[in-house]
């Protein structure tokens, strides 16, 4: 009888202990949501520049999040799945992404303005390949299949020198009929 007295002190005491040994200032894990406060730019910079201290980067009005599984066909379809971001404004972490739910299929906007992380920061790509820079959804295209493994009817393509670091996260504007006018591509860890 005395042992399970003495256990159940100590179970009680540790769980105390546990429940204080995260504090306040051990950060918070937010989940970006509708807010009144003005958000950033899509494309003022990549989100995980903010490092934690201005708060999370937050989604424009109107803008969505999405994870690339692949581009398909001449019409260029985006195959992806929604994402979302969590952000640890008090570890100086950054912004965290993952994919949630099925694969959707949306229809490419040719004239859509597509903003990718560039070697050197934030890059506008034009809507054709020019010499030796890929379009913007050449650029996603590769990045989302840099092994061409889904490559259209087993073309084969020569190794592209393109710089894939977003790990194919997207902020984009959907219009109608689910089609993308806007890309940015999300930096993030």
């Not at 040994?21 to 903010?50: E, L, N, R, V, Y």
């Not at 379009?135 to 840099?146: N, T």
């Not at 393109?162 to 930096?187: A, L």
């Amino acid at each position: 009888m005395f042992h399970r007295h003495v256990l159940s002190a100590v179970l009680v005491v540790s769980g105390a202990l546990a429940l204080t040994a995260c504090g306040p200032d051990d950060g918070d894990m937010a989940t970006p949501g509708s807010s009144a406060s003005p958000s950033q730019s899509a494309t003022a910079k990549p989100a995980g520049d903010d490092k934690g201290k201005d708060g999370c980067p937050t989604l424009a009005k109107g803008h969505k999040l999405i994870w690339v599984h692949n581009v398909e066909g001449a019409m260029a379809n985006i195959i992806a799945r929604d994402a979302k971001m969590l952000c640890n404004t008090k570890m100086d972490e950054g912004a965290f992404y993952h994919p949630e739910g099925p694969l959707k299929t949306y229809s490419f906007d040719m004239n859509a303005k597509v903003t990718v992380v560039g070697k050197h920061g934030p890059e506008v790509r034009p809507a054709t390949n020019t010499g030796k820079t890929l379009s913007g959804i050449g650029h996603v295209k590769e990045c989302a299949d840099p092994n061409h493994k889904q490559y259209d009817s087993g073309q084969s393509k020569e190794k592209s020198n393109e710089y894939c670091v977003g790990q194919n996260y997207y902020d984009v504007v959907v219009g109608p009929n689910n089609k993308i006018t806007e890309m940015t591509e999300r930096f993030g860890s």
